[in-house]
């Protein structure tokens, strides 16, 4: 069975700390993405990754950065969090067999 | 521009009886099309999937229709169960891109 571990079940951070988000999978999936999760709004990528050091942005990138150093872990980055970056952010690897996507657990960030 | 849309936020039924819910997307260049099921507190899982190439497929109490010429699909749960009680997502991506396209989500509530 696929596992993708996020670091952090619940954050809060203050306005304009940097903030990480940690991500691991343990199926050597090539694929791997952040949504962020908002009621009313459904899952919007923010940036997925095809590749060691390898990434593109999805629908929503302003804000953020990521970081592929090894192919196990994606890191999602918030450069200076403000309290819009308020929401629950979901990690998911990409399974080629099956053509779907198997999430983590999602952390609930807040932002004050 | 909402691609894929879910237009009904929720949805009661009994124990026992048929759920459906009800997906419409706008970009006919989608080919492959997927539902998630989301409890609280938990990332989404894969349910079920369907290819652009079939009109069903079936999964014990879960049926998905595609109508291509509506550009809509439906998940059909029967019978409905206390423990399907979640948000349901359904997405849509085009084969050979990793670009998942999800619906803001229906919340289902099987009434015991």
């Known amino acids: 069975d696929v596992k993708v571990t996020q670091s952090s079940r619940y954050l809060v951070k203050r306005t304009g700390e940097k903030v990480f988000l940690e991500c691991v999978q343990d199926?050597?999936?090539?694929?791997m993405f952040w949504y962020r999760q908002d009621p009313g709004l459904g899952l919007r990528l923010i940036y997925f990754?095809?590749?060691?050091?390898?990434?593109e942005k999805g629908d929503i990138p302003e804000g953020y950065s990521v970081s592929r150093e090894k192919k196990e872990r994606f890191s999602l980055i918030l450069e200076s969090a403000s309290t819009n970056q308020t929401s629950m952010y979901l990690c998911?690897?990409?399974?080629?067999?099956?053509?779907?996507?198997?999430f983590g657990n999602g952390t609930r960030l807040t932002v004050t | 521009d909402q691609q894929v849309k879910q237009n009904s936020p929720s949805l009661s039924v009994q124990e026992g009886r048929i759920s459906i819910l009800n997906c419409d997307y706008t970009?006919?260049?989608?080919?492959?099309f997927l539902w998630y099921k989301k409890y609280p507190a938990e990332g989404p899982t894969f349910l079920i999937s369907?290819?652009?190439?079939?009109d069903k497929n079936e999964d014990g109490r879960f049926t998905v229709f595609l109508n291509k010429s509506a550009k809509h699909l439906s998940l059909h749960i029967v019978p409905s169960q206390p423990g399907d009680s979640a948000v349901y997502f359904c997405?849509?991506?085009?084969?050979?891109?990793?670009?998942?396209?999800f619906g803001t989500g229906t919340r289902l509530k099987v009434l015991a």
């Open positions: 199926m050597d999936h090539e694929n």
């Open positions: 990754s095809y590749d060691v050091k390898m990434k």
């Open positions: 970009n006919s260049m989608f080919d492959y």
């Open positions: 998911a690897s990409f399974d080629r067999e099956r053509l779907a996507l198997h």
């Open positions: 997405a849509a991506i085009i084969s050979g891109t990793y670009k998942y396209i």
């Open positions: 369907i290819s652009s190439i079939k």
